[in-house]
Nanobody, 126 residues
Framework: QLVESGGGLVQSGGSLRLSCAASGFTLDYYAIGWFRQTPGRERQFVAA???????YYTDAVKGRFTVSRDNAANTAYLQMDSLEPEDTAIYVC??????????????????????WGQGTQVTVSS
């Protein structure tokens, strides 16, 4: 099970850190992706971290967001800085299947991931 937390309401230019806590399995062997969803739109890729810690980002968040993982804590994180109203969305984390690597090509693809959390709401006011 994946459980997201850390969302909330923040002013434009502010920061939030989202957590994706894993339970029932060891995070070490899974890549983690972060996606976001707004009403009427499909889930969009935000960032991902591979099993070995390599990171991938969509262009819209490069330089502002940082994805990471702490295997000892069984948790992945998404640090979001310089937030903009356009970042308002439900943020969802997901894992790949066991010991499956990700690449520049596969990280943004929703079908790369098979187990999704419920999401946490992020609202950025102008």
């Amino acid at each position: 099970q994946l459980v997201e937390s850390g969302g909330g309401l923040v002013q434009s230019g502010g920061s939030l850190r989202l957590s994706c806590a894993a339970s029932g399995f060891t995070l070490d062997y899974y890549a983690i992706g972060w996606f976001r969803q707004t009403p009427g739109r499909e889930r969009q890729f935000v960032a991902a971290v591979s099993i070995l810690g390599r990171t991938y980002y969509t262009d819209a968040v490069k330089g502002r967001f940082t994805v990471s993982r702490d295997n000892a804590a069984n948790t992945a994180y998404l640090q979001m800085d310089s937030l903009e109203p356009e970042d308002t969305a439900i943020y969802v984390c997901a894992r790949t299947r066991f010991n499956i690597g990700i690449s520049e090509m596969t990280a943004p693809v929703r079908d790369t991931y098979y187990d999704w959390g419920q999401g946490t709401q992020v609202t950025v006011s102008s």
